[in-house]
C-alpha cells in the first residue's frame, strides 16, 4: 500500500475511533451516577462544599482511559541502582540544579532558614519531580482523578479520595478546576502534590492569599519544606554515612538481596561495629546493590524523603543530588 495512503487511512480511523470513544465516556458518567450522588454528598455535608459547585465540577469530568493504560503499562522497577542513577542523576539534571540553586539562592535560603530544610535538598526534589518546573504535566487534573476514582480497578478508593480533596482544594482556595493540569497520577505544581497533600501541606508563604505550586517560588519552597519538617526532618542531621561493616552482617539482614531500606536496632549496631552518630537518631541500613555489596547507613531524614516517593532508589538519587547542586562546577 502507498505509504501516504496508508497513513491517511489511519488518521480517518484514529479521528473516527477517538471520537466514538469520547461520546461513548461522556455517556458512561450516567454510569456512575450512585457513586457520584456519594461523593457529592460528603463533600456538601461533611466539608460544607456548594452542592451546585461539587456537581457541576464531578459532572465535568471526561474520561481518559489511556491513563488506565498508562498505570496498567507502568513498567515495574526492575532498573538496577547503575540504571535508575543513570536515568535521574544525569550530567544535564546537575548542571540545571547547580544553576537553579545559585539564581534562586535568596529565597531557597529564607525558606531554609524558617524551616530547617537544607535549601539543596529542596532543590534536588524540584530537579527530581519536574526538572525545576521544566516538566508538570499535561494532565486535566480533574478529568485524570476522576478517570482514575471511578474506573481504576484496584486503586480506585486512594484516587476517589484524591478526587474529593481535589474539589475541597479547588472550592476553598478558589482554583479553577478546568485550568489545573498535572501528572497523569493527579499531582500539581512544581513538587508534584497530591490533592491531599496540597490541602493539608502546601503553604501560602507569600501570602497573597493563594497557595500556588505552579508560579509563587515561595509557595513552592515553603511547602517542601513544610512536607518534609512534618514528616520529622531533623535539622542539620545527616541523611546518610558511607560505611563499612562485616559482609555476614549485612547478608543476615538482607536475605533476599532485594532493595530495602530497614531500621537496625542499637543492640545491632553494637554488635555490626558500625560506627554510632553522635546524635541520637533512627538508623536504617540500605541496600542499593547486591552485585556491588553497595549499602550504607540512612538516617532518620533519609526516611523522610522517603515520605515523599517510598523508594529506596529514589531519597537516595535526590541526596546525591543536593550533594552536588552545592559543589562548584569543578568540584
Ligand atoms: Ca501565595
Redesign the pocket.
Known amino acids: 500500500m502507498n505509504y501516504h495512503f496508508k497513513k491517511l487511512l489511519i488518521f480517518i480511523y484514529l479521528v473516527f475511533f477517538n471520537n466514538l470513544i469520547y461520546a461513548k465516556d461522556t455517556n458512561n458518567l450516567k454510569k456512575y451516577e450512585n457513586e457520584l450522588g456519594e461523593i457529592i454528598q460528603e463533600l456538601v455535608y461533611k466539608y460544607k462544599i456548594d452542592q451546585d459547585y461539587a456537581t457541576k465540577a464531578l459532572y465535568s469530568i471526561e474520561f481518559k482511559d489511556k491513563i488506565l493504560k498508562i498505570m496498567a503499562n507502568a513498567p515495574e522497577r526492575k532498573d538496577t541502582w547503575q540504571e535508575y542513577k543513570s536515568k535521574y542523576l544525569t550530567s544535564e539534571r546537575i548542571r540545571l540544579g547547580r544553576k537553579y540553586f545559585n539564581d534562586n539562592y535568596t529565597l531557597l535560603k529564607q525558606i531554609e532558614n524558617n524551616y530547617g530544610v537544607p535549601a539543596e535538598v529542596i532543590v534536588a526534589l524540584l530537579g527530581v519531580e519536574t526538572n525545576y518546573g521544566g516538566y508538570t504535566g499535561n494532565y486535566k487534573i480533574l478529568n485524570a482523578l476522576g478517570t482514575l476514582a471511578l474506573k481504576h480497578p484496584k486503586r480506585n478508593k486512594f484516587f476517589k479520595a484524591q478526587l474529593k480533596n481535589f474539589i475541597i482544594l479547588t472550592y476553598r482556595n478558589k482554583l479553577n478546576y478546568n485550568k489545573l493540569y498535572g501528572s497523569y497520577a493527579g499531582a500539581m505544581g512544581l513538587p508534584q502534590f497530591m490533592p491531599d497533600n496540597y490541602r493539608k501541606l502546601a503553604v501560602?508563604?507569600?501570602?497573597?492569599?493563594?497557595?500556588?505550586l505552579w508560579n509563587?517560588k515561595?509557595?513552592i519552597y515553603a511547602s517542601i519544606a513544610n512536607f518534609l519538617k512534618n514528616h520529622g526532618w531533623k535539622t542539620n542531621e545527616k541523611i546518610y554515612s558511607n560505611i563499612k561493616i562485616d559482609e555476614k552482617h549485612y547478608k543476615e539482614i538482607f536475605k533476599k538481596g532485594d532493595v530495602r531500606t530497614v531500621s537496625i536496632s542499637e543492640k545491632n549496631i553494637q554488635k555490626y561495629n558500625i560506627p554510632k552518630n553522635k546524635i541520637l537518631n533512627k538508623n536504617y541500613l540500605i541496600l542499593l546493590s547486591k552485585k556491588y555489596n553497595k549499602y550504607l547507613i540512612g538516617y532518620t531524614n533519609f526516611k523522610v524523603i522517603m515520605r515523599y516517593n517510598p523508594s529506596t532508589f529514589y531519597a537516595m538519587v535526590v541526596t546525591n543530588l543536593s550533594e552536588k547542586v552545592v559543589l562548584k562546577n569543578n568540584e
Request: aromatic share 8%; hydrophobic share 10%; glycine share 16%.
Open positions: 501560602d508563604y507569600d501570602g497573597d492569599g493563594n497557595t500556588d509563587s515561595l509557595d
